[in-house]
């Protein structure tokens, strides 16, 4: 049965862009390679290991790409169900980067081992130790453990050293964990704009890593990983002779909000290190006098982190979005009726969950159709 254009799938393979059906996401393919393959060589070149972070893209596709060209060393996912997406698919180094205490979900998590895959989940409570390791033990297999410090985002993590250090001699002494390291990963400082403020919060954090260090350290306790890092932070994680793993993710896709954040020289990082390469395409529907009304709206992307930016028409800026519109301001009059306008999101992450397919394109012309492998796996 052939698939519907508009109702099944956004675009067929050899369409040109001005002809894919909108709303939908699309991949600038020549960016996303560019995009990985300088991560890979940053990565690589600073002695340090990539895990990406694939709750961003949610997509088997993506991960292969950065396997392929990024050489990263594993996944990490947020929820059992995305983990179960990518183990399904032949991954076999995957990092849970949140805690799992539901007694279903453990023993979910317990039997992606089964697989062969190298499975590591963090934890920031002892108690949680033993749940893990029942499971573990019930079904023979081996669940490794980070111990989640609190960095300062104030949500999952250890709050003290002596909490972290509980936490790995439990992991020792139990018959199917095996204690593997430390997860240090601070998402509010990730969006800090100033580069001097993002820094002082990464000195934070190397502080409150190296205390747990130390502390691990005159027990005789030594961590294989010390993991985290994002878009906002990798350089400082990748210099700090500390870390050994950086988990970035949007950095492969680049939305509206980290492109504002700046570096050293205070430019934009979308203009002197990533690329924009996701973006919401939509359609003119509706125009009046200096405004376009394009035909994505809220059920389109996501605003929590400010609205989208408009890519490549000039002095064009969303003005707001409604449930199934955007309004643009287009004081020249640069857009006309069903023109396609693509449209930088504020936040990748929940936008790409909203939709099933990423149009890829290469030279204006969509070269493949690429599932969102692992939409709406939340539990």
């Not at 396609?340 to 394109?361: A, Q, S």
Request: aromatic residues 6%.
């Amino acid at each position: 049965m052939t698939d519907t254009l508009g109702f099944d799938i956004p675009a067929h393979v050899g369409m040109p862009e001005s002809q894919i059906q909108t709303p939908c996401l699309v991949l600038d393919l020549d960016a996303l390679e560019r995009n990985i393959q300088r991560m890979g060589e940053f990565a690589s070149s600073h002695g340090v290991k990539h895990r990406a972070h694939a709750k961003m893209h949610k997509s088997v596709d993506v991960a292969r790409l950065q396997e392929r060209l990024g050489g990263i060393s594993g996944l990490c996912c947020q929820k059992v169900s995305e983990a179960e997406v990518f183990v399904n698919a032949g991954f076999r180094d995957i990092l849970i980067s949140n805690q799992i205490r539901d007694p279903v979900k453990i023993d979910r998590l317990a039997r992606l081992a089964t697989t062969g895959a190298r499975i590591i989940v963090c934890v920031d409570d002892v108690l949680n130790i033993e749940e893990l390791n029942l499971a573990a033990s019930a079904i023979d297999v081996q669940i490794e453990v980070l111990v989640e410090i609190d960095c300062g985002a104030g949500r999952c993590g250890t709050r003290s050293p002596g909490d972290a250090l509980a936490i790995a001699k439990a992991t020792i002494s139990a018959s199917h964990l095996k204690f593997t390291g430390i997860q240090a990963y601070n998402g509010s400082a990730q969006h800090i704009v100033s580069y001097r403020e993002r820094e002082a919060a990464f000195q934070h954090l190397i502080e409150r890593v190296n205390e747990v260090l130390d502390c691990l350290s005159s027990h005789q306790i030594a961590c294989e990983l010390v993991t985290g890092a994002g878009t906002g932070s990798y350089s400082f994680e990748a210099s700090s002779d500390v870390f050994n793993e950086l988990q970035c993710g949007s950095y492969a896709f680049m939305d509206a909000d980290y492109g504002r954040i700046e570096d050293a020289e205070a430019n934009r990082c979308d203009e002197t290190e990533w690329e924009h390469a996701l973006f919401v395409v939509a359609s003119v529907m509706s125009q009046h006098d200096q405004l376009a009304v394009l035909d994505a709206g809220l059920k389109s992307m996501t605003l929590e982190s400010g609205l989208p930016e408009v890519s490549g028409a000039q002095d064009c800026r969303v003005l707001k979005c409604n449930d199934e519109h955007s309004m643009i301001e287009d004081p020249q009059s640069v857009l006309r009726m069903n023109d396609r306008v693509r449209l930088i999101p504020g936040h990748c992450d929940p936008t790409c969950n909203l939709h099933d397919w990423y149009v890829c394109v290469r030279n204006g012309v969509v070269e493949a159709l690429w599932p969102v492998s692992a939409r709406g796996r939340s539990l």
